[in-house]
């Protein structure tokens, strides 16, 4: 009886025994494979390269791009350290300097969005004025500067956006370079009051542009263009003159009031000093165009691309219009709005109103130590 007891027992530990070590083995080959795995999922997560989906969202789709870019660069360099682990065994100082190197090797072939394509900046110069003075033609001239970049619209954000902040007026830039001028013009800027303040918040060293005009001219021009689009306003002299027997002109009607620009430059100077300003004469923009943009150029800092290769005197609109160098191609123009048919004035009208600017002229000459001969 005990003799059956023992053999019975013996036969229930080596199977327990048999059990427990088929269970053991298992188990280790189990996490062997997982392992295994591990390793292999993440050597492919850091040598492939991730595809975002079409309808990634903008912030969704840089996030990705981003961490990308990052388990890139780490697997460059964890290939490399592991490549170069033997033979730099025997040089610790090299070896040491290797994976630094290799990291920024890395990072350069993996330059982001902003590096190769630029960013947005805040402009560094500006047109701020004035308007009907020529600022469309000096835009159009100066992009095409290699080293120029600039916003074709007016932005308004320094007298009519201004609470919407300058992310908001960030955002409206073109991409640029850095060794890129970012520009914009807003003609009004220029009789704005708050303009040159708050430009200055914003930098210090922006660089201002402004395109003046014989003060006459310009006012009639600037009622030419209200007058197309409002055929049913009052005549010229009518708005221009308080009393026009006694020659009492109207400063307080913008057309007029825009002309008297030593006033508003002397709000500008609070802020700005002179060297900052550039003053186009848009008469000679029209006369002599490279010459007046080479000055531009100069001022921005820039080399003196554009010059009287780029320019075509078209003789029906009365104005320099654009073309390609070498190219047959037909130059470029400006709008159908620039260089119209002013409204006639009558000479005695003409003549009152050079009386009535000539002080404000001599005023601005002397300030700006120009003379752009109006009289």
Not at 4 to 14: A, E, G, P
Not at 52 to 66: D, F, Q, R, S, V
Not at 206 to 218: A, F, G, W
Request: net charge positive; glycine share 8%; with cysteine.
């Amino acid at each position: 009886m005990a003799h059956r007891f023992l053999s019975s027992t013996s036969r229930s530990s080596t199977r327990f025994a048999f059990i427990f070590t088929v269970s053991l083995s298992c188990t280790y080959l189990c996490y062997t494979m997982l392992f295994c795995r591990g390793t292999i999922m993440t050597r492919q997560a850091y040598g492939k390269r991730c595809s975002p989906g079409k309808n990634a969202g903008g912030k969704k789709l840089l996030g990705k791009l981003e961490n990308c870019a990052s388990l890139e660069v780490r697997s460059v360099v964890e290939e490399s350290a592991a490549r170069r682990g033997a033979s730099d065994a025997g040089e610790p100082s090299r070896a040491a300097s290797a994976p630094g190197e290799q990291w920024a090797d890395a990072k350069f072939r993996n330059t982001s969005v902003a590096q190769r394509y630029g960013e947005k900046k805040l402009p560094n110069a500006l047109i701020v004025g004035v308007k009907k003075g020529g600022t469309r033609a000096v835009l159009e001239f100066i992009r095409i500067h290699p080293d120029v970049r600039a916003l074709g619209t007016e932005p308004h954000f320094f007298d009519r956006n201004y609470d919407r902040g300058l992310d908001w007026y960030r955002g409206l830039m073109p991409r640029t370079l850095d060794s890129q001028i970012t520009l914009e013009k807003t003609p009004s800027y220029f009789v704005t009051r708050e303009a040159p303040r708050r430009i200055s918040s914003m930098s210090h060293q922006t660089k201002l542009i402004v395109v003046v005009r014989n003060p006459v001219t310009r006012a009639i021009s600037d009622y030419t263009q209200t007058l197309s689009k409002k055929p049913d306003i009052p005549a010229f002299d009518q708005l221009a003159f308080k009393n026009r027997s006694l020659g009492l002109v109207d400063s307080s009607w913008n057309a007029i009031r825009i002309g008297m620009y030593t006033l508003h430059l002397d709000n500008w100077l609070q802020y700005f000093r002179l060297s900052q300003m550039h003053f186009v004469s848009g008469e000679r923009l029209i006369t002599d165009p490279a010459g007046e943009m080479g000055r531009v150029q100069d001022f921005l800092g820039l080399k003196r691309i554009i010059t009287d290769k780029h320019f075509y005197f078209n003789r029906t609109k009365g104005f320099p219009c654009l073309k390609k160098p070498g190219s047959g191609g037909l130059p470029r123009c400006l709008g159908k709005s620039k260089g119209r048919t002013h409204v006639q004035i009558e000479r005695e009208v003409i003549e009152q109103l050079r009386e009535f600017y000539r002080p404000f002229n001599i005023k601005f000459f002397e300030t700006v130590g120009q003379d752009f001969k109006w009289d």
